[in-house]
């Protein structure tokens, strides 16, 4: 059974910097795509980022981020950690939410992955932006 637990979470003023961190125990982590996603108050999971096992997403590139976070945020792994990591840059109030690690274990689809239709979760850790 695979377990994702994340860190780094906390209370950030608005235009500062978190890293999140997401290590991972009990599979095979370097074959698995990983993904942020995030809840805020009052409104549904939607998807951050993702980053490929290995070889690029078939859709192109090795990582894919919404368009809400795309050029602030950067997904990365190190395979030897068993760790993904999101580094969120010039954070504003709307990106406060529970941030999840999410795990793809069958080579899904942008649209699967996006959708939220991974394997293995997380429990999720607080970023709370204050202005």
């Known amino acids: 059974q695979v377990q994702l637990v994340e860190s780094g979470g906390g209370l950030v003023q608005t235009g500062g910097s978190l890293r999140l961190s997401c290590a991972a125990s009990g599979g095979t982590f370097s074959s698995y795509t990983m993904g942020w996603f995030r809840q805020a108050p009052g409104k549904e999971r939607e998807f951050v980022a993702a980053?490929?096992?290995?070889?690029?997403?078939?859709?192109?590139?090795?990582?894919y981020y919404s368009d809400s976070v795309k050029g602030r945020f950067t997904i990365s792994r190190d395979n030897a950690k068993n760790t993904v990591f999101l580094q969120m840059n010039s954070l504003n109030s709307e990106d406060t939410a529970v941030y999840y690690c999410?795990?793809?274990?069958?080579?899904?689809?942008?649209?699967?992955?996006?959708?939220?239709?991974?394997?293995?979760w997380g429990k999720g850790t607080l970023v709370t932006v204050s202005s």
């Open positions: 980053i490929n096992r290995s070889g690029g997403f078939i859709w192109g590139g090795n990582t």
């Open positions: 999410a795990a793809d274990s069958k080579g899904s689809s942008r649209r699967t992955i996006v959708g939220g239709g991974m394997d293995y």
